[in-house]
């Protein structure tokens, strides 16, 4: 085999992965939704949600530890409080809007980093 063909196989099995990939994601994530939005109005009613967020991925709780608390799920916003709803397992992370110190941006948090901007909150 030649090494363009080969090269070329190579490129078209990522892309070919890659799509996949993507149709899986979106998968996953639209049948999270309904659970999510049970569980999400089980504790707020429509006009309490200030912002709702339900594609939202948690890269960990600093004190819990490098492993705790990552995961994909729900996050709501109220006048009250944040409240990130885990999908798996069904840990849910509730701060207080008055206990939040600060709000920044990185790219990186407990030894995982992205591209994409994160919101640290302290």
């Given at each position: 085999m030649e090494m363009a063909t080969t090269i070329g196989l190579i490129a078209l099995g990522v892309v070919a992965i890659t799509l996949v990939m993507s149709?899986?994601?979106?998968?996953?994530?639209?049948?999270?939704?309904?659970?999510?939005?049970?569980?999400?109005?089980?504790?707020?009613?429509?006009?309490?949600?200030?912002?709702?967020d339900l594609t939202t991925m948690s890269f960990g709780v600093k004190s819990k530890g490098v492993w705790r608390g990552r995961?994909?799920?729900?996050?709501?916003?109220?006048?009250?409080?944040?409240?990130?709803?885990?999908?798996?397992?069904w840990s849910d992370l509730r701060v207080p809007v008055g206990a939040i110190s600060k709000l920044t941006f990185t790219k990186s948090h407990l030894g995982k980093a992205t591209i994409y901007d994160l919101v640290k909150v302290n």
């Open positions: 149709v899986v994601v979106k998968l996953v994530l639209h049948l999270m939704k309904r659970p999510l939005e049970a569980r999400i109005a089980a504790h707020y009613s429509p006009d309490e949600i200030l912002m709702k995961g994909n799920g729900g996050l709501v916003l109220t006048a009250d409080c944040m409240h990130f709803f885990r999908f798996v397992p």
